[in-house]
C-alpha cells in the first residue's frame, strides 16, 4: 500500500475549496466591475433616440446651435460606455451594431450639415430603430452577464457543496474510522487484552499512530506476561517453602513426639521422598566405633544417577553421618541441607535423653552400690574375720573331719559371697557417660585387661540408633559377665567379643579358648550363668553355651532390637 500524507492531502481540499471560493469571488468581482457600465451604456444608447428626434428640428431651421447638437451627439455616441461595445470581450453582435449606428449616424450628420430636412426625417425612423437595436443589444449583453455570474455562483456553490460532502466523505473513512478502531483496541489494551489488531492506513501518520499503538500494546504484553511470569515464580517459590517449611515442621515434631527409632527415621525420609519425587535417598548414620547405619527411602538406591550429593549430619560439633541424595534433576540444596541438620538434632537430642537416661539408671545403681557396700559388705567382712577367729580358737580336741569340712565350707561361701558383692558392685559403679554403647564396652573391657593377662578383642558392628538405653546396660552387664568368667574359670588367654546383626536380631557373642563349655556348666552357681539367662530374657531374648572346635567356650546372645522394656 502506498503510503502518503493526510496532512498533505487535507491541506489539497482546504486548498482547493480556497482557490474555488476565490475563483467564485474573482469572477464575481470582475463581472460586477464590468457591469457597472452597462447602466450608462443602456442610457446612453437610449438618449441618443432622443438627441436624434431633437437634431430634426435643427435640421429643418438651419440653425446656428446644430453644430452644438451634433458635438453633444457624438460625444454620446463616441461615449466610453458605448465604445466598450468595441472591446475584446464584448459580442460580435453588439459591436456590429455599434458600428452600423455609427455608420447611420454619417448619413444623418450630413443630413443636417445640408440642411436636408426631409432626407434626414425620411432617414430617421431606421436610424431610430438601428438605435433601439443597439439598446436591446447592450441590454442583452447586461443580462448575459448577469445570468453567467449567477451561474458560476451556482456551478461554484454546487462545487464547493461537493468538495465538503467528499472531504466529510473523507474524513470520515480516512481519519474518523481508523481513530475509532484505535480507540477501540487502547480499551481493550487497557482491559488487559494486548492481543489486538490495529488498523492500517494509506496515511502516514495515522499508520505511525497504529505502529506506535501496536508497538506499546507489544511491549505492554511483554511487560505484563513477564510481570505474570515473575508472580508465578514468587508464588510457586513462596508454595515451595511453605511446603517446605511445613516439611520440616511435621518432621520435627515427628522426630520429637516420641523415641527415636530406625521406623521413625524411615518414616521422615519417606516424607521428604514423597515431597522430593524424583529423587534416590539414603540416610547413612556413622557414629564414632559403630557401623554405619543404612535406611533407605522408597524405590531402593539407584546406582544410575550421575552423581551422589552428600549432606553431613551435623550439628554444633557433632557429626552423625551423611544423607546421600540421588538425582538426575536439580537439587533443592536447601531443604536437603536444613533436613540433615534436623535429622542431625533430633539424633543429638535423642543421644542426649539416653544418656540422661542410663546417667539417671547408673547414678540409682551408684546409690544402690553405695548401700551394699555400707551394710551388705561391712558384714561379710565382719563374718569372714569371725570365722578365721573361730577356725584359730578350736581346740585341737575340737576339730573333727566333719567340723574342718563346715569351716571349710562356711569359710567358702563367705569368701564366694564377698567375691560376688564386689563383682556385683563394680558392675553397678560402671558408667556410661556417652550413649554411645561401643565407647562403654570399650571402657568395660579397659577395665578388665588391667586385672588380666588374657587378650581381649572387640568386633562392635551394631548400627548407632539402634538399640534402648535399658539394652545398653543389660548388653554391656552380660558381657561383662561372660568375660569375667572366660578370665577367672575358663583360664582363657584370648577371648574376642563380636557384636553384630543377623536379619532382624541382634547377636552377641563372647568366645574364648579355656577349658570348654563342659566344665563351665559345672559350676553354673558360682559362674552367675542363671544371672545372665535372667538378663537374657529381660531383653526377650536367648543365650547359648557352645564349644568351638579348637577348644574352648562360645557364648551367644541373639535378642531383637527394642527401644522400650516389655
Known amino acids: 500500500m502506498k503510503k502518503g500524507s493526510l496532512t498533505a492531502t487535507i491541506f489539497a481540499l482546504m486548498l482547493t475549496f480556497i482557490l474555488l471560493s476565490s475563483s467564485l469571488a474573482t469572477f464575481a468581482i470582475a463581472n460586477l466591475a464590468y457591469s457597472l457600465g452597462d447602466a450608462r451604456a443602456i442610457n446612453a444608447s437610449g438618449s ?65 450639415e445640408t440642411e436636408n430636412s426631409r432626407q434626414y426625417a425620411a432617414a430617421l425612423s431606421d436610424f431610430v430603430d438601428t438605435i433601439d437595436l443597439l439598446v436591446l443589444e447592450t441590454e442583452k449583453h447586461a443580462a448575459f452577464k448577469l445570468r453567467l455570474l449567477t451561474a458560476s455562483q451556482i456551478i461554484g456553490l454546487s462545487l464547493m457543496l461537493v468538495i465538503a460532502f467528499f472531504a466529510v466523505r473523507f474524513t470520515q473513512r480516512k481519519v474518523v474510522k481508523p481513530l475509532h478502531q484505535l480507540m477501540e483496541s487502547a480499551n481493550t489494551i487497557s482491559k488487559g487484552d494486548f492481543n489486538v489488531a490495529v488498523p492500517q492506513s494509506e496515511y502516514v501518520e495515522l499508520n505511525a499512530l497504529s505502529n506506535a499503538l501496536a508497538s506499546t500494546a507489544k511491549e505492554l504484553s511483554s511487560l505484563y506476561a513477564d510481570l505474570e511470569n515473575q508472580v508465578k515464580q514468587k508464588t510457586f517459590a513462596l508454595t515451595r517453602a511453605n511446603n517446605e517449611l511445613k516439611l520440616l515442621y511435621d518432621n520435627l515434631v515427628m522426630l520429637h513426639s516420641g523415641t527415636l527409632e530406625i521406623s521413625t527415621l524411615k518414616q521422615a525420609l519417606e516424607q521428604l521422598k514423597a515431597h522430593e519425587p524424583n529423587t534416590n535417598l539414603r540416610l547413612v548414620i556413622a557414629q564414632e566405633g559403630q557401623a554405619p547405619l543404612c535406611i533407605e527411602a522408597d524405590g531402593g538406591w539407584s546406582l544410575a544417577a550421575p552423581e551422589t550429593t552428600r549432606f553431613a549430619l551435623k550439628f554444633a560439633d557433632n557429626e552423625l553421618g551423611h544423607l546421600e541424595v540421588r538425582s538426575d534433576s536439580e537439587i533443592n540444596y536447601a531443604l536437603f541441607d536444613n533436613f540433615a541438620i534436623m535429622l542431625a538434632r533430633s539424633i543429638v537430642i535423642h543421644n542426649t535423653g539416653k544418656q540422661r537416661q542410663q546417667l539417671a539408671l547408673m547414678e540409682e545403681r551408684a546409690v544402690i552400690a553405695r548401700e551394699l557396700h555400707d551394710s551388705l559388705g561391712q558384714l561379710l567382712t565382719f563374718l569372714k574375720i569371725q570365722v578365721n577367729l573361730l577356725s584359730k580358737s578350736l581346740d585341737t580336741d575340737c576339730r573333727s573331719p566333719q567340723v574342718e569340712s563346715q569351716l ?84 582363657a588367654n584370648h577371648i574376642h567379643i563380636d557384636c553384630t546383626t543377623q536379619g532382624d536380631k541382634v547377636v552377641i557373642s563372647i568366645s574364648d579358648d579355656g577349658v570348654g563349655v563342659d566344665k563351665l556348666t559345672e559350676r553354673d552357681q558360682h559362674f552367675g550363668i542363671g544371672i545372665m539367662h535372667e538378663r537374657a530374657s529381660r531383653l526377650s531374648g536367648m543365650l547359648e553355651f557352645s564349644g568351638n572346635t579348637q577348644g574352648g567356650t562360645t557364648v551367644t546372645l541373639q535378642f531383637p532390637p527394642k527401644t522400650e522394656p516389655e
Open 408 to 491: 571349710s565350707e562356711i569359710n567358702e561361701g563367705v569368701n564366694t559371697a564377698y567375691m560376688q558383692l564386689r563383682e556385683l558392685l563394680s558392675t553397678f559403679r560402671l558408667t556410661i557417660n556417652d550413649p554411645n554403647l561401643y565407647n562403654a564396652m570399650e571402657a568395660m573391657l579397659a577395665q578388665l585387661r588391667c586385672q588380666s593377662l588374657a587378650q581381649i578383642s572387640l568386633n562392635y558392628q551394631l548400627p548407632a540408633q539402634l538399640l534402648g538405653a535399658y539394652q545398653h546396660i543389660h548388653v554391656l552387664q552380660l558381657t561383662r559377665e561372660a568375660t569375667l568368667n572366660a578370665i577367672k574359670h575358663a583360664q
Open 48 to 112: 441618443l433616440r432622443m438627441q436624434s428626434y431633437r437634431l430634426m428640428f435643427y435640421a429643418n431651421s438651419g440653425s446656428e446651435n446644430a453644430d452644438e447638437k451634433i458635438a453633444e451627439f457624438e460625444a454620446t455616441l463616441y461615449s466610453d460606455a458605448l465604445k466598450r461595445a468595441l472591446s475584446w470581450i464584448s459580442p460580435d453582435a453588439l459591436g456590429e451594431q455599434y458600428q452600423l449606428v455609427i455608420q447611420k449616424w454619417q448619413v444623418m450628420k450630413r443630413y443636417i
